[in-house]
């Protein structure tokens, strides 16, 4: 009886043995798997920081026409994002040759190729990217006036959704100042401009204004492309004695025309922009549309790392504006400009 029950002591010693080795080995199980796992997140966290670290990107750009302005902003946006990312991101860089159509195939040909943002270089190529893609990370560049552009009552900085950008817009008010400035004794200002832009629009109108304020008499001369230019250039030389012309992207792409008319008729032109202004104008309130397209290279940096929603980006200005006159109209109109002003380096 004894020896039964030593014997039954044994096996159930052995049992308990047993069972003591096996949920050992569990456990031990359960830490192995528990750190394998852990390891493979990190591994897997490692590829992704890996993977973001080689991220390349393509960019579409659409851009209206070719001018100074414009290729100045175009080449300040890649300047910007090559210093940034180097060879991981590639451009494919159209030219709309001034047709708001034609923005319309390039920004299809973009949201088809699924590029991973889209510059819309003037407002035509802003209102085809609008139209285009609600999805794809827009931003525009050398637009006026936002609100305008996009249709948007009430703006206040911020588009929101898959939009946003940059503006070149110049105090209108300080524009028509500097009018008062150079001719006093004007009495006509002519506002020529191209009605098919509906920031072109918003400009003179607002110019208008203010000249009037001044005690100057204003009359619109719209011409729908640079079909009618010529001839209604040459109406506004003759009924004006001094022309405004608004950031226009058509006027911009035909400044030699609307030269050959103005300066043999001893009209100046008080223009938007620089680039206008080199081309046919005597005097500007000028900001460096290079450095236009670096501040939107920089907020698209920002939207293609994750760093900022676009939907919450507002609109960025020109941080300054200078008096800038072209030496060469000034001298053969006879017009002296102040010492405050600096010469366009030809």
């Given at each position: 009886?004894?020896?039964?029950?030593?014997?039954?002591?044994?096996i159930?010693?052995?049992?308990?043995?047993?069972?003591?080795?096996a949920?050992?080995?569990?456990?031990?199980?359960?830490t192995?798997?528990?750190a394998?796992?852990t390891a493979?997140?990190?591994a897997?966290?490692?590829?992704?920081?890996?993977?973001?670290?080689?991220?390349?990107?393509?960019?579409?750009?659409?851009?209206l026409?070719?001018?100074?302005a414009?290729?100045?902003?175009?080449?300040?946006?890649?300047?910007?994002?090559?210093?940034?990312?180097?060879?991981?991101?590639?451009?494919?860089?159209?030219?709309?040759?001034g047709?708001s159509?034609?923005?319309?195939?390039?920004?299809?040909?973009?949201?088809?190729?699924?590029?991973?943002?889209i510059?819309?270089?003037?407002?035509?190529?802003?209102?085809?990217?609008?139209?285009?893609?609600?999805?794809?990370?827009?931003?525009?560049?050398?637009?006026?006036?936002?609100?305008?552009?996009?249709?948007?009552?009430?703006?206040?900085?911020t588009?929101?959704?898959n939009?946003?950008?940059?503006?070149?817009?110049?105090p209108?008010?300080?524009?028509?100042a500097?009018?008062?400035?150079?001719?006093?004794?004007?009495?006509?200002?002519?506002?020529?401009?191209?009605?098919?832009?509906?920031?072109?629009?918003?400009?003179v109108?607002?110019?208008?204004?203010?000249?009037?304020?001044?005690?100057?008499?204003c009359?619109?001369?719209?011409?729908?492309?640079?079909?009618?230019?010529?001839?209604?250039?040459?109406?506004?030389a003759?009924?004006c004695?001094?022309?405004?012309?608004?950031?226009?992207n058509?006027?911009?792409?035909?400044?030699?025309?609307?030269?050959?008319?103005c300066?043999?008729?001893?009209?100046?032109?008080?223009?938007?922009?620089?680039?206008?202004?080199?081309?046919?104008?005597?005097?500007?309130?000028?900001?460096?549309?290079y450095?236009?397209?670096?501040?939107?290279?920089?907020?698209?940096?920002?939207?293609?790392?994750?760093?900022?929603?676009?939907?919450?980006?507002?609109?960025?200005?020109?941080?300054?504006?200078?008096?800038?006159?072209?030496?060469?109209?000034?001298?053969?109109?006879?017009?002296?400009?102040?010492?405050?002003?600096?010469?366009?380096?030809?």
């Amino acid at each position: 009886m004894k020896k039964t029950k030593k014997a039954l002591a044994l096996i159930l010693a052995g049992l308990m043995t047993a069972s003591m080795t096996a949920c050992g080995s569990g456990k031990a199980a359960e830490t192995t798997q528990a750190a394998a796992d852990t390891a493979a997140e990190k591994a897997d966290e490692t590829k992704e920081e890996a993977s973001a670290d080689g991220a390349s990107y393509k960019v579409g750009i659409c851009q209206l026409v070719q001018h100074v302005a414009l290729d100045a902003a175009t080449e300040g946006f890649k300047d910007a994002l090559t210093e940034e990312f180097g060879d991981k991101v590639t451009f494919d860089e159209q030219n709309a040759q001034g047709d708001s159509n034609t923005c319309s195939t390039i920004i299809n040909n973009f949201v088809a190729e699924d590029v991973d943002l889209i510059l819309a270089n003037a407002t035509p190529a802003l209102q085809a990217a609008q139209a285009g893609t609600d999805t794809i990370p827009v931003l525009g560049t050398a637009v006026t006036e936002y609100g305008v552009a996009l249709g948007i009552d009430d703006f206040n900085g911020t588009v929101g959704g898959n939009i946003s950008g940059t503006a070149d817009l110049a105090p209108l008010n300080e524009q028509a100042a500097m009018l008062k400035e150079l001719f006093p004794n004007a009495k006509n200002v002519g506002l020529l401009y191209c009605s098919a832009e509906a920031n072109s629009q918003y400009q003179v109108d607002t110019v208008k204004a203010e000249l009037e304020k001044l005690g100057y008499t204003c009359e619109y001369y719209a011409f729908s492309d640079s079909n009618d230019l010529a001839t209604i250039a040459t109406n506004a030389a003759n009924g004006c004695d001094v022309i405004y012309i608004p950031t226009d992207n058509t006027a911009a792409a035909n400044t030699e025309i609307i030269n050959n008319i103005c300066q043999p008729a001893g009209v100046p032109i008080i223009a938007g922009e620089e680039g206008i202004c080199s081309g046919c104008g005597a005097a500007t309130l000028s900001i460096s549309y290079y450095d236009l397209g670096v501040a939107t290279g920089k907020m698209a940096v920002k939207v293609l790392t994750g760093e900022a929603d676009i939907s919450e980006m507002p609109i960025e200005y020109a941080p300054q504006f200078t008096k800038k006159y072209n030496k060469t109209i000034c001298e053969a109109l006879g017009i002296t400009v102040p010492d405050d002003y600096i010469a366009i380096e030809e």
